[in-house]
């Protein structure tokens, strides 16, 4: 509430000395002296015309005084504002206390965290502020749907207070302001506040907060102005998961401030910590965005261990230390069973896919591929590889798709020239097929020319499949690759369906029809990847690419989802699911701090799984058989790397528009403006100006009589020179 008063009032008694000057006039009226002339009717008309004008401006005069004199009056009593606090006592007020507790707020500023601060700023508030008011305490996390938050006596949140600590931001803290703010809206209270401390990361705020009109809004703005930290964000390495033997390289992203660098080293262990191998230091160079991406080149591949941790340590500490090493958890694939369907009428190609497959034929027994020759499935097998001449019958087609829809893995090789025996087969052939294959063919070209001939160059796409993560390096030489034939597919609707490397034209055709070379299609928990050529040299130039041994051999790895080995961030949950983990009726996972949780498989529409969701501890979750204690599977936790990115809005930016909205960097400044609201705020400097305004028109009134003269219309019009 606003009120006027003054610091002098006792001086307002003086007002009536403002009309001093209605009294001097009338005491000192002067009556104009008569002067007697002869009876000259113009002269009387401008005298009288004067006295009119001289009467006007001595009203306006008086007028000028009169409200100088009552302006210098009110100026000396010093008018002031006053208002009372926005905590008033005696009212009935509720609060409800959004806090970030998410990993970046771990950032030191001036020797304490961001989080210990907003710990401070709370115990102040319900200790002194909110003593008497109704409160409510939002985290980050949002509590159990059965727990929701409600307001409690300040005094009990005391008692039970612990200090915070940091969890899992999974959803934006505009969110948890919302929901605060609704909360806020179903209470009764004469004040409602609506209490906010945060970092102010860009990511917890994508757009600004709405207006609370029934609310007001304290808005704690806590990230220093010039952060100085530096973090890892990611490692990972390419291809996602490398071949033994096979060369690959570590990539590592790094952010800081922009154009600083930061020294790095790149350590390979054992789950156990032992240390295999190790590079640095490396430098990393921030662009202008504050990022860094370095590659590690590893041309001897990986040690031979099932599972490896990849891990980059920054070489110097800074503000924020959690996020100074980050770890990747590789798994060297287990062995794959490849049933391998020979095509007898092109030998040579059926050998080249054969030993790209298995450069050793069986001598390496740490090699991720067992190959085996076979005429048809087995029903023991991962993968089945089929370079084919001519479609397979309906029955064999539709065994393949059985075995792909249960989990197997396809890989069919096609030989240009096949597609002119598509429109013989039946419907139901052509459906059994299609369930495999990308598309429909396409048998002609917009123009009317023969497709699927010419020279084409593979190109991948814009966004690099994981299939070919390291592939696309210059090292392998994609683009000296040439296809002169191949099957020609219509470009592919189906989602289910992807194009890993499209066919560029070499002589620059601008024909609009757009093929592919490698298609992937997922059927239930499979894959049938299609292969529109063969390895021969009448369809590839040259067709002993060193492309194709390691994608080859990435096409019959166990696909990513079903993999022993998984990278989550903290708070997600750990899930295994699959064919390999069907057998086991129950699994214990043993978290970072030794304690062991017993987990059952649930069945959702995605079908049976294990899933493990008490991920609150970064570190390795061991997943063991509880007769024989057998690790089956490892989970590696994270902290969020999003933390790390620490890009900051102002507290102005974030609040909606309007006087209810208060922002402060720390709890002093909120009791300073506390304070400023019951200190007076003088106004009376407009009185002062507009005494010193009447001032200099009261003196032009009053020394300026020229200006009141009567302008004659002779003065307008020109003089006749009378000695003329």
């Known amino acids: 509430m606003f009120g006027l008063d003054f610091f002098f009032i006792y001086a307002l008694f003086a007002l009536p000395l403002a009309g001093l000057p209605v009294l001097l006039h009338m005491l000192f009226r002067r009556k104009s002296p008569v002067v007697f002339f002869p009876t000259l009717r113009f002269i009387k008309a401008s005298i009288q015309q ?19 004199l009552a302006l ?50 709370i115990s102040d508030l319900l200790r002194e502020q909110l003593k008497d008011a109704q409160v409510a305490i939002f985290h ?39 929901a605060a703010a609704n909360l806020l809206a179903r209470q009764q209270a004469d004040q409602k506040w609506l209490v906010i401390l945060t970092d ?128 990747q958890l590789v798994e060297l694939p287990p062995r794959q069973s490849v049933s391998f369907i020979d095509a007898p009428s092109q030998p040579g190609a059926s050998n080249f896919i054969r030993l790209a497959l298995d450069p050793w034929e069986g001598k390496l027994s740490t090699w991720p591929v067992e190959v085996k020759r076979v005429t048809q499935l087995t029903g023991q097998e991962n993968v089945a590889v089929l370079p084919l001449t001519d479609w397979p019958d309906q029955p064999t087609a539709n065994r393949l798709r059985t075995f792909v829809a249960e989990g197997g893995t396809a890989i069919l090789l096609l030989q240009p020239g096949i597609e002119q025996a598509w429109p013989k087969l039946s419907d139901a052939h052509r459906n059994a097929l299609l369930s495999l294959l990308p598309a429909d063919l396409a048998p002609t070209l917009p123009g009317g020319g023969s497709a699927g001939s010419g020279l084409y160059r593979p190109v991948p796409p814009a966004r690099i499949d994981p299939i070919l993560q390291g592939l696309t390096d210059p090292s392998f030489r994609l683009n000296q690759l040439t296809v002169r034939r191949f099957v020609p597919f219509q470009t592919p609707s189906d ?62 790895l166990r696909p990513p989802g079903l993999r022993d080995a998984q990278n989550v961030e903290i708070g997600q949950p750990l899930i295994l699911a699959g064919n390999p983990y069907a057998a086991y009726t129950e699994l214990e996972v043993q978290g970072p701090a ?96 507009f005494v010193l305004v009447l001032i200099c028109f009261e003196a032009l009134l009053a020394s300026m009589s020229d200006l009141w003269k009567p302008l004659s219309l002779r003065q307008l019009l020109p003089q006749s020179n009378p000695s003329a």
């Open 140 to 178: 980050s996390q949002p509590p159990p749907s059965d727990k929701p938050e409600q307001p409690q006596t300040a005094a009990r949140i005391q008692s039970e207070w612990t200090a915070l600590k940091p969890q899992p931001a999974l959803q934006p803290l505009f969110n948890r302001c919302i």
């Open 594 to 689: 030794n304690l062991r949780y017993r987990v059952r498989p649930t069945f959702d529409p995605a079908g049976r799984r294990f899933a493990f969701n008490d991920t609150n501890q970064p570190g390795l979750y061991h997943w063991r058989t509880p007769r024989d204690n057998a690790t089956v599977a490892v989970g590696n936790v994270q902290l969020p790397a999003a933390e790390s990115d620490l890009i900051y809005k102002s507290g102005q930016s974030v609040l909606p528009p309007g006087p209810n909205c208060l922002v402060v960097r720390s709890y002093q400044d909120l009791q300073n403006t506390v304070a400023q609201f019951s200190q007076p705020q003088r106004r009376w400097t407009w009185p002062l100006v």
């Open 72 to 121: 210098l009056i009110w100026s000396i009593s010093q008018p002031y504002i006053r208002a009372s606090s926005p905590f008033a006592a005696g009212q009935s007020v509720v609060a409800a206390i959004v806090v970030d507790t998410s990993y970046s707020m771990l950032l030191r500023d001036q020797e304490i965290t961001l989080l210990d601060k907003a710990n401070d700023i």
């Open 495 to 556: 989602p289910a369906v992807s194009t890993i490397l499209h066919l560029s034209p070499a002589s620059g055709d601008s024909r609009t029809l757009s093929f592919g070379l490698l298609y992937r299609r997922t059927v239930a928990s499979g894959r049938a990847f299609t292969f529109a050529t063969l390895p021969e040299s009448r369809y590839l130039s040259p067709h002993t690419h060193p492309l194709f041994l390691p994608l080859l051999v990435s096409m019959s």
């Open 50 to 68: 004067t006295a009119a004008r001289r009467k006007i401006q001595r009203w306006v005069l008086l007028a000028c005084r009169i409200l100088l």
């Open 200 to 327: 102010t990361q860009s990511r917890e705020f994508p757009t600004a907060l709405p207006a609370v009109d029934d609310a007001r809004i304290v808005f704690f703005d806590l990230h220093p102005d010039e952060p100085r930290s530096a973090g890892i964000t990611a490692v990972r390495m390419e291809p996602e998961q490398p071949i033994p033997g096979i060369g690959c390289q570590a990539a590592v992203e790094v952010t800081g401030r922009a154009g600083d660098a930061r020294a790095f080293s790149l350590n390979i262990t054992r789950l156990d910590a032992a240390s295999l191998k190790q590079a640095g230091p490396l430098m990393a160079t921030f662009d202008g965005t504050g990022r860094s991406r370095v590659r590690i080149p590893l041309p001897q591949g990986l040690p031979i261990e099932r599972w490896l941790l990849i891990t980059a340590n920054l070489q110097a500490d800074d503000n924020l230390s959690w996020d100074n090493a980050r770890s």
